[in-house]
Structures are given as structure tokens and as C-alpha cells.
T-cell receptor
Framework: DTAVSQTPKYLVTQMGNDKSIKCEQN?????MYWYKQDSKKFLKIMFS???????INETVPNRFSPKSPDKAHLNLHINSLELGDSAVYFC?????????????FGPGTRLTVT | GNSVTQMEGPVTLSEEAFLTINCTYT??????LFWYVQYPGEGLQLLLK?????DKGSNKGFEATYRKETTSFHLEKGSVQVSDSAVYFC??????????????FGQGTTLQVKP
């Protein structure tokens, strides 16, 4: 069984379009994240939700809007796509062991904006 | 602020060679430290972790020791295999009054192992 799944795996779209990426975890974790990996493989946190509540928003343009309908799902909607949005987006979920959060990552969604 | 610096890659080794990938960090407080591995076309997998000074994380022959005095968490393996070829990320998660568990990553180091 897949622990953290994302759909779609690949997404090719044109500038100006609106698109969504979905993430689901079946691990029973309370906390979920979105990370962006750029073309140089650098990873950066975008958002985090804990029990459906937004707890991290790392100065991401407001064209990006996360939505968490329940604690097993965290979706990412992107409006007015730009060329610079091309990247791989990873969803992750975590449980806390004391003060340490051990994160499990999805397979990623490669977004290409043309 | 919090940051992680890894050695520049790519690192190219022959099979059975000894591997070291350097990682140093800057953090306030008491971070937890992680190594993640990303195989081609896949997501990140947790390789090992250490949550306090002098802890040693180990998994699949890889080891890293949390050194607070040198703010380092270098990854080592005694004998690499072709199947170890991947991108390795050092990361920290900083505990604080608003612990969110977010990971701060180094830039990643590509390892290529040749037969």
C-alpha cells in the first residue's frame, strides 16, 4: 500500500492556466507538507498543515493555495501558472516522536509550464 | 537562522570505495538531523536520523554522527555499491516553541558509483 500518494505524476500545461495537485496519506499522520524542488534539486518548504489547520506559509505567492479537506489530504491549487512554477512538487506527511517529526514523502509531481 | 550546507557534487566512486559526504549546519536551539536519499525519478526516503548530540544514526550500511561541537552530520559508508547511486540530502528540523517539523535541506549531493 502506498503511504503518501500524489496525482498526477506529470503535469504539462500552458502559462496562465490553473491546475491542482492532490496528495493523500494513509499513515494516520496529523501533519502534511508541500515542498518544491527546483531544477537544481534544491528543496524548499512551501506549506504545512496540522489537523487541517495551516501552520506554515513560507512566503509563497498567493497564486498558490493549499487546501486540506481532512487530515489525510492536502491539495495544492495553482492559479495563473508561470514559467518559473516549473518544478517537482513533493507532498509529505509526518508524525511527531517527541520533538522530532519524521517525514514520509510522496513520489512527486513534475510540473512543466510552457 | 537555520541552514544546512553540503559538499558540492557530483561525487564519483568505484564500487566498494569508502564514502563520505560532508554536512554542516547552523541552527539555534537543538535541531534534529536527517539524511534523505532520492533515487532517480523517485521521492525522498529517510535514510537515517539523529535527534541529539553524539547520537549515531545508521541504516543500510550508512552512518552519521551528530557532532554539536563541529555542527556537523557527515554521512559515511564503508563500501558503496552501484545501487547507492542517488542524490543525498542532509536536513535539519528545529525544535522550538512553535515546532512545526519543517525540514530545511542542504543543496543535495549526487553520488555516482561505477562498477
Amino acid at each position: 500500500d502506498t503511504a503518501v500518494s500524489q496525482t498526477p505524476k506529470y503535469l504539462v500545461t500552458q502559462m496562465g492556466n490553473d491546475k491542482s495537485i492532490k496528495c493523500e496519506q494513509n499513515l494516520g499522520h496529523d501533519t502534511m507538507y508541500w515542498y518544491k524542488q527546483d531544477s537544481k534539486k534544491f528543496l524548499k518548504i512551501m506549506f504545512s498543515y496540522n489537523n487541517k489547520e495551516l501552520i506554515i506559509n513560507e512566503t509563497v505567492p498567493n497564486r498558490f493555495s493549499p487546501k486540506s479537506p481532512d487530515k489525510a489530504h492536502l491539495n495544492l491549487h495553482i492559479n495563473s501558472l508561470e514559467l518559473g512554477d516549473s518544478a517537482v512538487y513533493f507532498c509529505a506527511s509526518a508524525h511527531a516522536e517527541g520533538a522530532t517529526y519524521e517525514q514520509y514523502f510522496g513520489p512527486g509531481t513534475r510540473l512543466t509550464v510552457t | 537562522g537555520n541552514s544546512v550546507t553540503q559538499m558540492e557534487g557530483p561525487v564519483t566512486l568505484s564500487e566498494e570505495a569508502f564514502l563520505t559526504i560532508n554536512c554542516t549546519y547552523t541552527a539555534t536551539g537543538y535541531p534534529s538531523l536527517f539524511w534523505y536519499v532520492q533515487y532517480p525519478g523517485e521521492g525522498l526516503q529517510l535514510l537515517l536520523k539523529a535527534t541529539k548530540a553524539d547520537d549515531k544514526g545508521s541504516n543500510k550500511g550508512f552512518e552519521a554522527t551528530y557532532r554539536k561541537e563541529t555542527t556537523s552530520f557527515h554521512l559515511e559508508k564503508g563500501s558503496v555499491q552501484v545501487s547507492d547511486s542517488a542524490v543525498y540530502f542532509c536536513a535539519l528540523s528545529n525544535y522550538g516553541s512553535s515546532n512545526t517539523g519543517k525540514l530545511i535541506f542542504g543543496q543535495g549531493t549526487t553520488l555516482q558509483v561505477k562498477p
